[in-house]
């Protein structure tokens, strides 16, 4: 909106000489209560994200705080947009999973105030609260699982080196390879994007392979998805052509014959703690910032990992 | 915020001197474009809700438009306060799937002069424009289907009476049987909420019936997910021991074995059109006013209907 020059003069004068702190611009809003809370996400469709946005509302709707969510459609500029959108908006706080670890808008973040959490992806110098998951861990148990299962040869579809979960799966991978003394084969390390067709390529990588795994390990809900989807097509049995672990669960996985194997995130529980933290930052409570909060994954493991002893 | 009468009284008059347009409070700003719009869905997990939202950004999103996402949770209390909060936040727009067709703040709605689009549930006695699907006819050609396999005891899980899609669903049901001549059995005619967990007692007293149906339609997606799960639990096997014929559509559906036969909404397109009539709305554009979009569903048909003669 345009304020004429003298006329913002005028105001302002007008409202210095009452002695009013009564700021009619967004900033002065700020420091009243709105009761909302802005959750910016990088996919509505994505069944993660909408399980974190759950274990938010369970948090903060019993509370009377209306909760808004935005995309970013895995976008760093829609990102970058949505989130100074719900600080025009004058939510009290902002829930953030970043579309990567690379860039947030941190500064600005500082500047107004406004508290925000990061769930599942910490961001490159941030000095922001966060509840993410022990990713290199339960990664390591996947591996580990499908290790004793007697497999030697096992893929990976990795997500983007600048998204940290992806590089902690990663990480966990290589540490439980190494851990068995089991050489790491660079073929069997395939990357892929985190978007909602990613996985695709990468898997049909891995199974085109001279020397193909005998198991594979996707490492977040999409690429799991779409190899389960890719294995199909291509007439391959999971638990018997290929063995294959994913990552984050849905209820449909366990209706599986056999049912999918996968590292389930605690993701409701994510929700809550990062709805929990920003409570207290709202309330002013600036205690241990910044936060980072790790919750354990646990493993599901079924036949769609076949033992091959 | 609380404003001291006496200021504001000063505060005001400053304002009229200088013949100043710009009114602090909501009301005045409303007729600036904010270039966002609210979506308030039933529940934020449903994959219908998230499919149509994905079709509400194909629109918007390239348009610079904010999308904000609230979730009424089920309940008409929280309808109405999200409501009414979105329209506190100034957005251009609202998109509304209702909790149920017996209520909307519609009153209010039209005070407010925000444009607001129906999707999926119609609301008795509003005019507000909506997009919807045919659902007597998606259900009609579903239990058409399951009839020309031979079946004739048919059993639906059937939604709120007070829900219009749930309500037309049960008609499509009702007229094929009338139109192949086949006697209504009122056992087979079972209701279940349209929540997360709905579907589950309503599925459980149709397969315990002493005479259970050899097919059963259920008619939206958690109630479609929730009856597969009893058979699983139960050790029925889809297609075998019990046919089933589900709504609504997920990629996971189509990789059980057998695939699962359901009626697809094209849940997408509800999105776009929705996003496109409410931006003629919001252009001042009230042609046709309310307009009703119907559009069709398709049917996937597969071996999860035995073929019984």
Do not use: W
Request: charged share 25%; net charge negative.
């Amino acid at each position: 909106m345009k304020i004429k020059e003298k006329n913002r003069i005028k105001i302002e004068q007008a409202i210095a000489e009452l002695d009013f702190k009564f700021n009619p611009m967004a900033r002065g809003l700020r420091t009243n209560k709105t009761y909302s809370i802005g959750v910016l996400i990088p996919r509505i469709s994505d069944v993660f994200c909408t399980q974190v946005i759950e274990g938010i509302e369970e948090v903060l709707d019993p509370l009377n705080y209306s909760i808004v969510v935005c995309s970013s459609s895995d976008s760093l500029k829609q990102q970058a947009e949505k989130l100074s959108y719900l600080k025009n908006k004058l939510v009290d706080g902002i829930i953030v999973m970043p579309v990567n670890s690379l860039e947030l808008d941190v500064k600005n973040d500082t500047e107004s105030e406004i508290p925000i959490v990061l769930v599942d992806r910490l961001v490159n110098g941030s000095e922001l609260d966060a509840v993410v998951c022990d990713n290199v861990n339960g990664s390591y148990s996947a591996i580990e699982m499908i290790i004793k299962k007697g497999h030697r040869k096992i893929g990976i579809v990795s997500g983007p080196e600048d998204i940290s979960t992806a590089k902690e799966r990663l990480t966990g991978y290589l540490r439980a390879l190494n851990d068995y003394n089991i050489e790491i084969n660079p073929e069997y390390i395939v990357y892929s994007p985190y978007t909602k067709d990613g996985g695709i390529d990468a898997f049909t990588q891995l199974i085109t392979l001279k020397d193909r795994p005998t198991a594979i390990f996707t490492t977040n809900y999409p690429t799991t998805v779409n190899s389960m989807k890719c294995m199909m097509e291509k007439g391959l049995k999971i638990g018997e052509d290929i063995s294959l672990c994913g990552y984050d669960q849905t209820d449909l996985f366990q209706l599986f014959d056999p049912a999918l194997s996968v590292v389930v995130q605690p993701s409701k529980e994510i929700g809550q703690q990062a709805a929990k933290i920003l409570l207290k930052r709202m309330n002013g409570n600036t205690e241990m910032l910044p936060l980072i909060q790790r919750l354990k994954t646990h493993l599901i493991t079924t036949d769609s990992v076949k033992t091959i002893f």
